[in-house]
């Protein structure tokens, strides 16, 4: 079930010619914001989702621009971190990392042009695999396996421009085959900062982060973590994420 962080995503008959129903963003009016300004947007999901492909078919009625969400991660009430594949109303498409609770963090991976247009229904794709994105737009390819690897995992969902009707359907998430399984791992670490304990080095959750004490007395360098599988494995991957939200504090130096 779609979970509406801003605006309302209700049922609703479809238009440009679809038979049957649809997901509806139907507020046209922003409300009163208790925390920073958003646009429509709801997800659904587990944040713990990597490699995967979500595709969904979108009309635009009045909205500028609608958005396929990938890999979607809560920063904070109500904001999130995800790839974006954004479908204009004249045809323009990007593909987009953005962070909503630091707009610096926004990164355009990719871009172009097709001949999609508003009032008419167009599919739009991602695909996942590691730190590659693949994006398709009607069946065609328009970004190959673009890297980048802000986020790792989570949910997938739709965002719409500010306050503007825009139709969804046929939402698809497929795991891939043979994708990347990550090991259970419970870490353990020569210091921590209390809310940074080592397991959240290893929680599959990139709003968090471990931490050595930064408290007096503070932990001198050098620091480890170490990861116990709980057994004998073949590892042919490490994947590390740096934190999230633009402090540089936290990232490792060396290793």
Avoid at 70 to 95: C, E, I
Avoid at 170 to 185: D, E, H, R, V, Y
Wanted: aromatic share 10%.
């Amino acid at each position: 079930v779609l979970s509406d962080m801003q605006g309302c995503f209700e049922i609703a008959p479809a238009q440009g010619g679809r038979k049957g129903v649809c997901l509806r963003q139907t507020a046209v009016g922003a409300p009163v914001f208790w925390i920073a300004r958003g646009t429509p947007l709801t997800v659904v999901g587990n944040p713990m989702w990597d490699d995967y492909t979500v595709s969904s078919d979108v009309l635009l009625e009045d909205a500028a621009w609608v958005d396929l969400l990938g890999h979607a991660t809560s920063v904070d009430q109500g904001s999130f971190a995800a790839y974006h594949l954004r479908l204009k109303n004249d045809g323009a498409w990007s593909l987009m990392y953005i962070n909503d609770r630091d707009s610096k963090l926004a990164e355009t991976l990719a871009s172009g042009k097709t001949d999609a247009r508003a009032g008419r229904w167009h599919n739009l794709a991602m695909r996942f695999l590691g730190s590659r994105i693949t994006a398709s737009i009607d069946g065609a390819v328009v970004a190959q396996e673009v890297v980048n690897n802000r986020v790792a995992s989570g949910m997938v969902g739709y965002q719409v421009s500010d306050w503007q009707p825009a139709e969804f359907a046929n939402l698809k998430i497929s795991p891939l085959s043979g994708a990347f399984t990550p090991l259970p791992a419970v870490a353990t670490a020569s210091s921590f900062e209390p809310s940074y304990e080592p397991s959240r080095a290893a929680d599959r959750n990139s709003a968090t982060s471990w931490h050595t004490r930064y408290s007096t007395p503070a932990a001198t360098l050098p620091q480890w973590i170490t990861l116990d599988l709980g057994g004998v494995h073949t590892v042919n991957r490490l994947r590390y994420l740096p934190r999230q939200d633009g402090n540089k504090n936290a990232a490792i130096k060396k290793y």
